[in-house]
């Protein structure tokens, strides 16, 4: 009896024992040890103070404060602070300062730090940087990358400025150029060369410094935007002949690329540091650092999110200088993901038919007829102002950025308003105003706003009927595409090209099979358009033919078309995301459904957004839809601050590469990737 309970004994014993290494292997598999690089305080004189995402408050920095990626640091009058980090880097933060940690990486031996510099002073001492390890300061014009040097940057009202103590920096333009985006779909290698062209490189020595002009950057920009942009028309006209694009390519990196160098060259002139100039560039300082350097560093130990100071001792290596001790904490792989914040709430509620959302890329713009009125927002989630007028009684337009205005039209009156503080600068009163939320458009230095009778514009000065385009009798949609603006008349059914040049129509469609209500989408070779009832329509208009192709899908468009690498993507009225290609033209795909509550009416205003390579829908699902096209993988990105799972309204916004949604209580949501 006793053989056999101990051999009972001994099976359970082998069974727990069995258990117990399954649950260890797994949770080795998920989890393991690894560093996490931090940097700290390790001076502060005066009022400084940090601002980290989790909190809405700035809180006062004392010596032995730890910073992580994301945080915002500033100072007030006759305040400095020193950073120290992981590879023993050292900054000094001058008064009257702000400083974004924009990224703060380790793996490995690989350190990549980048800091943004929104106003004052910082002085930096990198170490030198191991290989595929970066150190770069930005301002709003300019990218300083270092390999181990003394250096001071500076970002004033209107100017950036960079001098260099010892070792060498490289100094790089920070342009937008929204034309690449497109080449790179075409012609990767040669987008990458125009890119370098554009941004170029100074390297800058010691003794010697670098002024740059946030007014010379804004029209480079400009200037390069339009260069890019007839690289492209080129490379559009002859994308269809693998043999002609090549070519276009030979000639454009002879020709083109060469002449994009050198207007960009002459931006960027470095200078050598004068008598006068070391009493605005702090050099001295430096050798304060040296000194200050050797203090004492808190060593900490963080398990998961917590972190608490253990001791303090001194930590020396064989050069007697100290190092911030890494910050060790048991936590998941580092990886990519996408992480939604909440920024802000407005008060109001939103429709989820009638909210037309835009931006300028800095500022986002709402057009609620719900509200009747027009909210500007930041890009922290803070309303700016809002609009509000008695001609606002039907509110069915977007709102278009144009120069320092924006304009947008009701049913009753186009306005055009000052950007900065939506105070009217001009408005027109008008019968038959926009309907249906279609868009206006900017073409040849024009705002063309279409109505339900009439098609007006606006200069900048006054807003005036385009006489030469004959009354219709219900609403049209248009695109603008080089000198030309596509029309769609929703009750004649067809779509006629005006020609800026000739001031003329020059050319008129078929007609469709049914009324469309989106805008036409044109390429080099194809205009491919939606009707309500199903249609999918491509004309060749490389050869101006007035016939088409026709596509059949099971549900009506009037939601926007995108084309990206020769595929068109829309969403349909019954709520489902298709594909088709236009070069083909057959066989539809429908892909997946992207809205519980599909409505016609809610597509007039929620379109898709293209953003490297990913499409991008608010899902009355409350959460963002992504599509990669890339792999053809479709996302429903969690949106965990939407915890009562509110419709999302109108179309995403992109502003500094992150995604913008607003909800139906009208909450303002961030979205972007980065490591954790």
């Not at 690894?34 to 980290?52: H, M, P, R």
């Not at 950025?401 to 304009?407: L, S």
Request: include cysteine; proline fraction near 2%; charged fraction near 25%.
């Amino acid at each position: 009896m006793r053989k056999i309970k101990f051999i009972i004994f001994a099976i359970f014993l082998i069974i727990l024992l069995i258990f117990a290494c399954k649950k260890e292997t797994t949770t080795s598999t998920t989890i393991q040890e690894k560093k996490v690089i931090t940097c700290k305080a390790i001076l502060v004189e005066g009022n400084a103070f940090v601002l980290s995402e989790s909190k809405n408050e700035w809180e006062q920095i004392t010596a032995g404060d730890l910073f992580k990626e994301s945080d915002t640091l500033k100072t007030e009058s006759k305040a400095n602070v020193e950073i120290q980090f992981n590879d023993g880097s050292i900054i000094r933060i001058k008064e009257n300062s702000e400083l974004k940690i924009s990224k703060l990486y380790s793996k490995q031996n690989i350190n990549n730090t980048k800091l943004f510099l929104n106003s004052g002073v910082l002085l930096a001492k990198p170490e030198k940087q191991t290989e595929g390890s970066s150190f770069e300061i930005e301002t709003k014009s300019i990218t300083a990358g270092v390999r181990g040097t003394e250096f001071i940057v500076i970002a004033g009202a209107e100017v950036s400025k960079v001098a260099v103590n010892r070792g060498k920096v490289i100094i790089k333009k920070r342009l937008t150029i929204d034309s690449l985006e497109k080449i790179k779909e075409i012609d990767v290698e040669c987008a990458k060369e125009i890119e370098d062209a554009a941004i170029g490189e100074v390297e800058l020595l010691p003794n010697e410094k670098i002024v740059v002009s946030d007014e010379e950057i804004k029209n480079l920009n400009i200037k390069l935007e339009k260069d890019v942009s007839k690289i492209l028309t080129k490379m559009e006209n002859s994308k269809d002949s693998k043999e002609k694009l090549s070519k276009t390519i030979e000639k454009i990196e002879k020709e083109e690329i060469p002449n994009i160098s050198l207007k960009s060259s002459e931006v960027l002139k470095k200078e050598n540091i004068t008598e006068k100039d070391k009493k605005e560039i702090p050099i001295n300082e430096f050798k304060d650092m040296e000194k200050e350097s050797d203090k004492n560093i808190s060593e900490t130990t963080t398990t998961t999110e917590k972190i608490e100071d253990k001791k303090i001792a001194k930590q020396k290596d064989n050069k007697e200088k100290t190092v911030v001790e890494e910050t060790t904490t048991t936590i998941k792989e580092k990886e990519l993901v996408t992480v939604i914040d909440k920024l802000n709430n407005l008060g109001v509620s939103f429709s989820d038919k009638n909210t037309g959302i835009t931006t300028n890329g800095s500022y986002i713009y709402i057009a609620s007829d719900a509200n009747k009125a027009l909210f500007c927002i930041d890009s922290n989630g803070k309303l700016i102002w809002k609009f509000t007028n008695s001609k606002l009684k039907k509110i069915e337009s977007f709102v278009v950025p144009y120069k320092n205005f924006v304009v947008f039209a009701s049913y009753d009156a186009i306005f055009a308003l000052k950007a900065n503080n939506g105070e009217i600068y001009q408005s027109l009163d008008i019968t038959n105003g926009t309907s249906f939320w279609a868009n206006p458009v900017t073409i040849n230095n024009y705002v063309v706003i279409p109505t339900a009778r009439y098609i007006y514009k606006f200069d900048g000065n006054s807003i005036s009927l385009i006489n030469e385009i004959e009354a219709s009798q219900g609403q049209v949609y248009i695109t603008g595409w080089k000198n030309s603006l596509y029309i769609s008349d929703s009750l004649y059914q067809n779509i006629k090209e005006f020609d800026f040049n000739q001031n003329s129509i020059t050319w008129v469609s078929d007609n469709l099979v049914s009324s469309s209500y989106t805008p036409p989408l044109l390429s080099s070779k194809y205009l491919a358009i939606a009707d309500n009832d199903g249609n999918l329509y491509r004309f060749d208009i490389s050869n101006k033919s007035k016939s088409y192709n026709i596509l059949k899908i099971e549900s009506g468009v009037t939601s926007n078309l995108v084309l990206a690498n020769n595929i068109l993507y829309f969403i349909a009225k019954n709520g489902f995301l298709y594909s088709a290609d236009i070069n083909s033209f057959n066989n539809p795909n429908k892909i997946v459904k992207v809205d519980n509550n599909p409505n016609l009416d809610k597509y007039l205003t929620k379109k898709l957004i293209l953003h490297n390579y990913k499409l991008y829908f608010s899902s009355d699902t409350g959460n963002i839809f992504s599509y990669d096209i890339s792999n053809k993988t479709a996302n429903f990105i969690t949106n965990e601050k939407n915890s009562e799972k509110n419709p999302l309204v109108g179309t995403p916004v992109l502003i500094n590469n992150e995604v913008y949604v607003v909800d139906s209580k009208s909450n303002i949501y961030k979205c972007y990737e980065t490591y954790k």
